[in-house]
């Protein structure tokens, strides 16, 4: 019988362990995916940064054409209400080439974690970019 409790509580300590390494690479898989979107908006990189959008999400009409950001700000670090949502704030300074007006957003960001792609996806879409 001491046997059986002592195997029951390494197995218990075993699986509070996998779910820490769990969390690890959850958040570690947050913190990469934001940094790759926020990266990609900043190089221009507008191709990859919607590879980070949920793909259960309807897709953007954005015109890409002449935008060039200017600044991005986290304002709010990440939180996670529960283990499978994100949320962000970020402050985005922006222009198009052909007005050289420079305009601010803030981008309220959701993010998904997808369990069967083992991946952050950005459920909010992206920015509102004013044209005019």
């Not at 221009?44 to 949920?54: H, I, P």
């Not at 990440?78 to 803030?106: C, F, G, H, N, W």
């Amino acid at each position: 019988m001491k046997i059986l409790l002592t195997c029951l509580g390494i197995a218990a300590l075993l699986l509070a362990g996998c779910s820490t390494v769990e969390k690890d690479k959850r958040a570690n898989a947050l913190q990469a995916a934001t940094n790759g979107y926020q990266a990609a908006l900043r190089w221009g990189y507008y191709d990859t940064a919607l590879a980070f959008l949920d793909p259960q999400t309807p897709p953007p009409t954005i015109n890409f054409k002449g935008l060039r950001l200017t600044g991005y700000d986290v304002m709010q670090s990440l939180r996670m209400p529960d283990k499978a949502t994100a949320l962000q704030t970020v402050s985005i300074e922006y222009l198009y080439e052909d007005r050289q007006v420079v305009k601010q957003l803030t981008d309220q960001q959701r993010w998904r974690w997808d369990a069967a792609h083992h991946a952050w996806f950005l459920q909010s879409g992206l920015p509102k970019f004013e044209t005019r």
